[in-house]
C-alpha cells in the first residue's frame, strides 16, 4: 500500500487493537480521535490511512470518505462506504469471514467508513494462498456468493502476523443484480458443508425482523436488502457453490 506516510509491514502494528474485544474495537473506531495519516495512493477511490485514539487505546484504520468515492454506472453514489459496514454487519451476524471491524462516521473529509487496519504480509494475495490455505478461503467464497461481491481481487485478502486471513474491500457488496466477480472459484460444484449451511438458516432468522434487519435498513435500500433474502434462500435450497455463469464476465480486472 502506497502512502504519503511510511506504512511497511514492520512499521505499524494494529496487534492491540485486534487483541482486545470486537465491541471494544468498534467503540474505539466509532469514538476515537480521527487524524490522517496519509493518502493511499494505489486506490481508484479517495482513501486515507488514519490514526485513531481514546480509552487509552490507539491504533490504525482506513479511512473512505463518500465524498471520495468515484463515481460508478452500476452503484448509486454515495454508498459504497455504507456496502463496507453491511459487509462487516452481515460478517458480525454470520461468524464468518474474518472482515476488520467497521463503521460508519464523521472523519476529516466528512461521512465515511473507517475500518480497522490490519497489519499484513504484503507478499500475500489470494494466488499465494491458494494453494496451501484453500480450506480457509471457503467462507470467504460462500460470503461473496451471499454478499453478491462484484470485485473480489487477489489483493482483497490480506494475511496477518497471526497467519488470519481478513477479507477487505468489500465496498461492491448487495447489489439487486447478479453482479458476482471473484478470483475465487475453487469451490465451484462443491457442497455447502453444513456448518455453514446452519449459520445461513441462522442469518436468514435474523433477516426476518429485528437488530440486523434494522441495522441494514439504515445501511441498504429495501429492494437490496431483499435480494440479500433471496439469494440466501437459493443458497440454502441448492446448497452447491455454483459455476461460473459462461454469459457475463465472472472474474475482477486487474485480477490482484
Not at 166 to 176: E, P
Not at 246 to 256: A, F, G, S, Y
Amino acid at each position: 500500500m502506497d502512502t504519503s506516510a511510511s506504512t511497511s509491514w514492520k512499521e505499524t502494528d494494529a496487534s492491540e487493537a485486534i487483541a482486545v474485544e470486537p465491541e471494544q474495537v468498534v467503540q474505539l473506531l466509532s469514538q476515537g480521535q480521527v487524524e490522517l495519516v496519509g493518502q493511499v495512493l494505489a486506490s481508484s477511490n479517495v482513501i486515507f490511512l488514519a490514526s485513531v485514539a481514546g480509552q487509552g487505546l490507539q491504533t490504525l484504520a482506513i479511512y473512505k470518505p463518500y465524498q471520495g468515492e468515484r463515481p460508478l454506472w452500476d452503484f448509486p453514489p454515495g454508498t459504497l462506504c455504507l456496502r463496507e459496514v453491511a459487509a462487516y454487519v452481515v460478517s458480525q451476524a454470520l461468524g464468518w469471514p474474518l472482515i476488520p471491524p467497521t463503521v460508519l462516521r464523521d472523519g476529516p473529509h466528512g461521512a465515511g467508513a473507517l475500518q480497522l487496519f490490519i497489519d499484513a504480509d504484503p507478499e500475500a494475495t489470494y494466488f499465494s494462498l491458494c494453494e496451501e490455505r484453500l480450506p480457509d478461503l471457503l467462507p470467504i467464497a460462500l460470503f461473496d456468493l451471499l454478499a453478491n461481491n462484484a470485485d473480489r481481487k487477489g489483493g482483497h485478502l490480506l494475511l496477518d502476523r497471526w497467519d488470519r486471513i481478513w477479507a477487505i474491500d468489500n465496498a461492491l457488496t448487495f447489489h439487486v443484480e447478479p453482479k458476482l466477480r471473484t478470483v475465487i472459484w475453487d469451490f465451484a460444484g462443491e457442497p455447502i458443508p453444513e456448518a455453514y449451511q446452519a449459520d445461513l438458516r441462522e442469518l436468514r432468522e435474523q433477516l426476518g425482523e429485528g437488530p440486523l434487519r434494522e441495522m441494514l435498513a439504515k445501511l441498504l435500500a429495501e429492494e437490496e436488502v431483499a435480494a440479500l433474502g433471496v439469494r440466501l434462500s437459493v443458497l440454502l435450497e441448492n446448497p452447491v457453490f455454483p459455476y461460473p455463469d459462461p454469459d457475463r464476465r465472472q472474474v475482477p480486472w486487474p485480477l490482484v
